[in-house]
């Protein structure tokens, strides 16, 4: 089951229906997109709390570090946010989409932010708006996992400041590529389908 978030399971709403649906012991926190930070990340300590409100024990995972193969040990997988072309290009380099279907088809898998993104058929929307977090990091092709065919853009309200013309260009992208992209704002997420 995939999980999409916009900043984890950081509401009330979206624990309780995590709580339903998460069964299992352990999670792996997947640090790999948090550039020069990792386990370090400051996001760390409250996305560690929220998993183990869930009786979950965690464990920080990095992809730079250990083999894909290793996530199926886990119950729960929770790819952090970050730099989604980082993370996409490990996750090619390490061959992780065998790795995530199964995982997606027998465990939980959630994503925050960046988690999210790379989860989708492409993350071009991304690259619309931040194509200088490409830069050093050299990713050419922006096709997702492909685990969902939906498409979100997270912090969705936080980012309507930051980026001239956010909503007109996002309707843009959605006339272009014939889609509809759910704005997930933070304490959002997206549990089979249904947003809460």
């Known amino acids: 089951m995939l999980i999409l978030t916009s900043n984890g399971l950081s509401s009330k709403a979206l624990a309780e229906e995590a709580t339903r649906r998460v069964c299992g012991k352990s999670a792996a926190l997947v ?114 996992l492909g685990l969902t065919d939906l498409e979100i853009f997270p912090h969705y309200h936080k980012f309507l400041p930051r980026f001239d013309r ?3 260009r996002i309707q843009e992208y959605e006339s272009q590529k014939g889609c509809t992209v759910i704005r997930l704002d933070d304490g959002k997420g997206i549990f089979e389908g249904n947003v809460l």
């Open 31 to 144: 640090t790999t997109a948090s550039l020069g930070y990792k386990e370090n990340d400051w996001h760390v300590p409250r996305l560690t709390e929220e998993l183990r409100s869930l009786g979950l024990s965690v464990k920080c995972f990095d992809l730079d570090q250990e083999p894909p193969e290793r996530l199926l040990s886990f119950d729960v997988v929770e790819l952090m946010g970050g730099n989604p072309f980082y993370l996409l290009k490990r996750m090619k380099e390490t061959n992780c989409a065998p790795v995530f279907r199964k995982l997606e088809s027998e465990k939980i898998i959630i994503g925050v932010s960046a988690g999210s993104l790379v989860l989708q058929n492409s993350i071009e929307l991304a690259a619309g708006f931040t194509p200088e977090m490409n830069r050093g990091v050299g990713l050419f092709d922006l096709s997702g």
């Open 166 to 168: 956010l909503e007109e």
